[in-house]
């Protein structure tokens, strides 16, 4: 992982730019660790690689393979868990997809479930960070540069605990609709790393003065964003989401259809529909979100442009984001797994 206050060494004149020739791994070591000394607090505090067979402190050595096809041939799927107040929340079901797009990648874990489970949340405590990401990646491995991994002796597995700030999205944000094609349903609804066309419409967005895209397909139906679920209240107050057939099952959109009917058991909601909405039907909705795990809901207020309801933050949708906050904080042990750090 590089150094996130990195910066390419710029070069007068390429004549004059000399390759230096690293004569030991051990002045490598210490070129590397001259990199982190200047980073006060090392975002990522603890990675497990299979390759390594541990868990790794050391930022400095926290690398993966060149050979990997996960690197230069974008073989390998990955997942994601939140780490708040020490506990993992729903790893299980993120898991659960994570194992699924490895089938669909035909990339065979080399561990079962219950070690993966495992390691993930040893690593966890052996990171001691209480709120943050835990992020997890399943290879094709290392062993050559060619298309096919019938070269590669075993799947790698590596996971990295990221120290960040997870707090609840309370202000509204601006989106566009994107104009970088979306994925096929095959690669869609595996969550693999082939991640160039989300990356270019976040891109798009930010270059367009918006915080990210909405990506609609071939049909004109509503799909999803680039790394989020999107949602929607309606002017007749029910909570609708596109169907998940094309685009990927998010974890944290699960959750929220499980939850939404207590809203409605109150009569604040009058219905929870998972549905086809084109263009049109989702621009004039009252209220709009984005659903994702570090959000867990972030609040679209305008959307090319264009005020969706009042313009505002609503009321419907910071009813709901409390509802999954809680289910994060405080909910049942089922989502909630404590992490058992040793201080």
């Avoid at 000394?37 to 990675?47: D, F, T």
């Avoid at 939850?259 to 219905?271: E, R």
């Avoid at 906050?325 to 040793?342: E, L």
């Amino acid at each position: 992982m590089r150094n996130p206050t990195h910066k390419s060494p710029e070069v007068e004149n390429d004549g004059d730019f000399k390759v230096h020739l690293f004569s030991s791994s051990s002045e490598l070591l210490e070129k590397l660790h001259e990199k982190w000394s200047s980073v006060e607090k090392p975002p990522y505090p603890a990675m497990y690689s299979s390759i390594y067979g541990g868990i790794i402190l050391d930022p400095a050595m926290m690398v993966i393979p060149i050979d990997d096809h996960m690197v230069h041939r974008g073989h390998g799927v990955f997942d994601t868990a939140i780490v708040l107040d020490g506990y993992l929340y729903e790893l299980d079901v993120h898991l659960d997809r994570f194992l699924s797009s490895a089938s669909k990648a035909k990339i065979s874990s080399p561990f079962s479930r219950s070690v993966l489970h495992s390691i993930l949340i040893q690593l966890t405590a052996a990171s001691k960070c209480k709120k943050g990401t835990l992020r997890y990646w399943l290879s094709a491995g290392p062993g050559d540069f060619l298309l096919s991994s019938a070269g590669c002796p075993t799947s790698a597995f590596y996971a990295v605990v990221i120290d960040q700030d997870i707090s609840q999205c309370k202000e509204g944000v601006k989106v566009i609709t994107s104009n970088i094609p979306m994925k096929p349903s095959l690669f869609a609804t595996a969550k693999n790393v082939n991640y160039l066309p989300n990356v270019l419409s976040v891109m798009e967005a930010e270059e367009k003065g918006a915080s990210s895209s909405i990506w609609v397909d071939e049909e004109g139906y509503i799909a999803e964003g680039p790394n989020v679920n999107v949602a929607f209240i309606t002017q007749d107050k029910e909570l609708v989401m596109p169907p998940f057939d094309n685009i990927l099952h998010g974890c944290t959109a699960k959750r929220l259809l499980e939850l939404a009917p207590k809203l409605v058991d109150q009569g604040l909601l009058k219905g929870v529909a998972t549905k086809k909405l084109t263009v049109e039907e989702a621009k004039a909705a009252a209220e709009m979100m984005y659903v994702g795990s570090t959000l867990p809901l972030l609040p679209i207020i305008v959307w090319d442009d264009q005020p969706i309801g009042n313009g505002r933050v609503g009321e419907l949708t910071m009813l709901l984001s409390d509802m999954l906050w809680d289910d994060m904080v405080a909910g049942p042990g089922t989502q909630r797994i404590p992490v058992p750090y040793v201080e």
